[in-house]
T-cell receptor
Framework: DSGVTQTPKHLITATGQRVTLRCSPR?????VYWYQQSLDQGLQFLIQ???????AKGNILERFSAQQFPDLHSELNLSSLELGDSALYFC?????????????FGPGTRLTVL | AQSVAQPEDQVNVAEGNPLTVKCTYS??????LFWYVQYPNRGLQFLLK??????LVKGSYGFEAEFNKSQTSFHLKKPSALVSDSALYFC???????????FGSGTRLSIRP
């Protein structure tokens, strides 16, 4: 158990809908990362927050947004969902934003868009 | 631009034999290199990392990796494979001046009894 929690574990929804994925980092970790894992795209970095502020952006679509709250939990919002958004979404956390720090991953949320 | 390549989609090894999972990278500046393992229906777990210093890095579960600057490689190794090592392995790189980490496409390691 990494100490990172993600809810829900599974999510099934329809095209055009909007969903929110939630992540709680390990106790004491200030940095949160979001990733998308799909069969054809592999593991793609989406976005990073550090202590409430956005720090880095990867291949995140404009339909997607995220935020980190004062209690350090983070939410990833996915809107106008398309079939291709079906994937595993992982959250990870690290102590700092330092580039040499390893990340601790949550168990993921499996999103299925029908 | 940063990039990382795992040239093998799958590696098959007999239990007890040594294993190698290959990774090559390209970054500007000094590289920070990582290996993660993913078991079925689980998140990624950190195995080991290279930041600086000794080129041979030891990690969890008996794994080690060798940093080779001239070949820009960071291959994962284990002297004696176990069936329980069967999983998906990801190499990742982050340049010392880069804002984001890049993961390889993953290598599925299969250890047969």
């Amino acid at each position: 158990d990494s100490g990172v929690t993600q809810t829900p574990k599974h999510l099934i929804t329809a095209t055009g809908q909007r969903v929110t994925l939630r992540c709680s980092p390990r106790s004491g970790d200030l940095s949160v990362y979001w990733y998308q894992q799909s069969l054809d795209q592999g593991l793609q970095f989406l976005i990073q927050y550090y202590n409430g502020e956005e720090r880095a952006k990867g291949n995140i679509l404009e339909r997607f947004s995220a935020q980190q709250f004062p209690d350090l939990h983070s939410e990833l919002n996915l809107s106008s969902l398309e079939l291709g958004d079906s994937a595993l979404y992982f959250c990870a956390s690290s102590v700092e934003e330092a580039r040499q720090r390893e990340q601790f991953f949550g168990p993921g949320t499996r999103l299925t868009v029908l | 631009a940063q990039s990382v390549a795992q040239p093998e989609d799958q590696v098959n090894v007999a239990e007890g034999n040594p294993l190698t999972v290959k990774c090559t990278y390209s970054v500007s500046g000094n590289p920070y290199l990582f290996w993660y393992v993913q078991y079925p229906n689980r998140g990624l777990q950190f195995l080991l990392k290279y930041i600086t210093g000794d080129n041979l890095v030891k990690g969890s579960y008996g794994f080690e990796a060798e940093f080779n600057k001239s070949q820009t490689s960071f291959h994962l190794k284990k002297p004696s494979a176990l069936v329980s090592d069967s999983a998906l392995y990801f190499c990742a790189v982050r340049g010392s001046s880069a804002s984001k980490i890049i993961f390889g496409s993953g290598t599925r390691l299969s250890i047969r009894p």
